[in-house]
């Protein structure tokens, strides 16, 4: 972020006051500094404020907050300082609504450079609570005890259960290792944490939640080197996550283990074990082994089974060579979530990469159901694509009885052929307003997928039908259209190019001959307005961050009548009627031009 910066000085070489004004990123800060050079202390008295800090603006992925600052130092008797400060946010807020968890701080301070001491401490986390306490500090260590009676871990992030949770924190830093230990507790729950950091690595001797008689355990490093490389382990004994928060009820006991690094490319290897468990009141089990990169899995051998339904991974993807083979049974769908209901199948093997994947798969699903708007009454589909670019790619997927929100179809199929470097695909689907049907022949490489649309129409309510191939390209960061001539409405539209691309989209082209009777069949056409007027135009449009371009309608044909009544109408007799839009950084600026034997002459300018 970009800033500016003043400075004052005024006074006399041994009394010397100093102003220094900042402005950074959407803040401010200033300090009144009375500086005495040759003085035992050549700082005499110190104001510091600030106002309007936000960390987003630093970095769009940290909380946003509202920061105010103020600091006063003193002169207290021959050697030391004495003072206060606080700190103020404006949008305290939880984690998980990007806010920062603090309201407010304040504390004061007394002493010199040897060491000071900090009383009336005090750290108001909003609706998690407040701390109070005091501490030392001086130029080897730090110590720092805080209290609390009502911490709620609820006012940190949203989904946890509010508790009421009272007890101790304290703090140790000297310049080789820093030292935390936490005991808090409220009714059945306690939170017990003894950790410290010593030769840049942080070392978890214990960390321990309990609410009743289930508890999560974990203990372990973590590196705070470049690496960040970690080792823990732990254990959960008749643990429920419905006892913290908003999460489904369950007794879970379970073990785990995770080795691995978080930098520069993040890599683990996991071990778990699960037995004599419960979720949702129905029998949960499973073990398993991981090794996990970026963009690799293997020596993996895993299994979860929860009620009927049954997940199995087993070998490894990612890497040329590696086969992973998979299995998933789900008879009980509404025992991972009530919401769900229906039945999958699926099973089959993946190799390659995720930039070139292959392998097959089989997947079955009947009377699927998530909530009350999303149904699917069946899913059959079958699929194979084997390594190389001249590898066997093979695919047929049914559905029937779709209903969502945005879209119902009675059937849909997607049917490919071919192989990977050379293939075509059909596509089909109905309802009663929609009858589909579009094939496209391409290859699909590493760059991603290209080829050509050598069909496309619809025989529903509203017919559409494509005049010539169209060139198509699809990648993992957008696509592109272009050459696509479309007849639709009654009229001719040329897409002479349509690129998505990083949330960037762009078209131009133009159309001919289209009717305002066909328009006025659309629930949005105005009453009243009528006549067999046919228009043409032209778009070029750049839309991202801002938007930019035109869309230019005008008359071909045809005339406009108005109906102010049932009984009376007027023919406007056109002879001319042209319309501007243009669009510059997203300020939109329009022109109407007509002439007409009623209308006369009407010129229009608006922004």
């Known amino acids: ?23 950074l990123a959407g803040g401010e800060a200033r300090a009144d500094l009375l500086l005495t050079p040759f003085a035992r202390r050549p700082l005499a008295e110190a104001q510091i404020s600030a106002r309007g800090i936000d960390p987003a603006a630093w970095d769009p992925g940290l909380p946003r907050a509202e920061i105010g600052l103020a600091a006063s130092l003193h002169s207290q ?48 986390l909003a609706r998690a609570g407040h701390f109070t306490g005091s501490g030392q500090a001086d130029p080897e260590r730090l110590a720092l005890d805080l ?21 101790a924190i304290r703090l140790q830093a000297d310049a080789e290792h820093q030292g935390l230990q936490a005991d808090l507790g409220y009714q059945r729950y306690r939170l017990t944490l003894d950790a410290e950091q010593r030769d840049r690595v942080l070392h978890i001797k214990q960390a321990r939640l309990v609410s009743g008689a289930g508890q999560l355990s974990l203990f372990g490093t973590l590196g705070l080197d470049e690496a960040r490389s970690f080792d823990l382990a732990g254990g959960l004994d008749g643990f429920d996550p419905a006892a913290f928060g908003d999460y489904p009820k369950a007794r879970i006991n379970a073990s785990f283990h995770g080795a691995g690094r978080l930098t520069p490319a993040p890599e683990t290897s996991l071990s778990f074990a699960i037995a004599d468990s419960r979720f949702r009141n129905q029998p949960l089990a499973g073990q398993g082994n991981l090794r996990l990169a970026e963009k690799r899995l293997w020596d993996s051998d895993a299994e979860l089974r929860l009620a009927g339904n049954r997940l199995r991974l087993q070998g490894a993807f990612g890497a040329p060579g590696d086969r992973l ?15 769900l209901s229906g039945r999958i199948e699926a099973t089959g093997q993946l190799s390659g990469s995720l930039a070139t994947p292959a392998g097959e ?3 079955q699903a009947e009377g699927l159901a998530w909530g009350k708007d999303y149904r699917l009454g069946s899913l059959h589909a079958k699929a194979r694509l084997d390594q190389g670019l001249d590898g066997i790619l093979a695919l047929d997927a049914r559905l029937a009885k779709l ?37 496209v022949a391409g290859a699909w490489r590493e760059a991603g997928w290209s080829g050509q649309i050598l069909r496309l129409t619809n025989q529903g309510r509203h017919p ?13 960061d957008g696509g592109r259209l272009s050459e696509a001539r479309l007849a639709a409405l009654g009229a001719v539209f040329n897409v002479r190019d349509a690129r998505y691309q990083a949330g960037r989209i762009s078209s131009q082209g133009e159309f001919k001959g289209l009717s305002i009777t066909v328009l006025k069949r659309f629930p949005a056409w105005p009453e009243g307005v009528g006549g067999d007027l046919v228009l043409g135009g032209n778009w070029q449009i750049d839309a991202g961050e801002q938007v930019n371009g035109r869309i230019n309608l005008a008359r071909e044909r045809g005339d406009l009548v108005l109906a102010a009544g049932p009984d009376t109408a007027t023919a406007l007799g056109l002879q001319q009627l042209s319309l501007l839009a243009e669009a510059s950084d997203s300020r939109l600026h329009a022109s109407l031009a007509a002439d007409g034997s009623a209308l006369g002459r009407l010129r229009v300018q608006a922004d």
């Open 77 to 124: 008797g021959a050697q030391d300082y004495a003072g206060e400060f606080s700190a103020a946010n404006g949008l305290a807020g939880t984690w998980d609504k990007q806010r920062l968890p603090l309201r407010g701080l304040s504390a004061r301070f007394s002493g010199n450079a040897d060491g000071l001491d900090l009383t009336d401490l005090n750290l108001d």
């Open 361 to 363: 798969a089989d997947i």
């Open 464 to 476: 559409l039908a494509l005049q010539a191939p169209a060139r198509l390209e699809i990648a993992a």
């Open 1 to 23: 972020p970009s800033g500016s910066a003043t400075a004052n000085l005024a006074g006399r070489l041994d009394r010397i006051d100093l102003k220094t004004a900042a402005a």
């Open 147 to 167: 209290k609390t009676r009502d911490f709620d871990p609820r006012g940190l992030y949203g989904k946890l259960r509010s508790l009421r949770l009272a007890g």
């Open 403 to 439: 209903n969502t929100p945005a879209l119902t179809l009675d059937r849909a199929s997607l049917i490919g052929q071919g192989r990977r470097d050379r293939h075509s695909l059909v596509i089909t689907a109905g309802n009663p307003d929609l009858d589909l049907g579009a094939e």
């Open 325 to 339: 083979a998979f299995q998933l049974l789900a008879n009980q769908l509404g025992v991972v979530d009530p919401a």
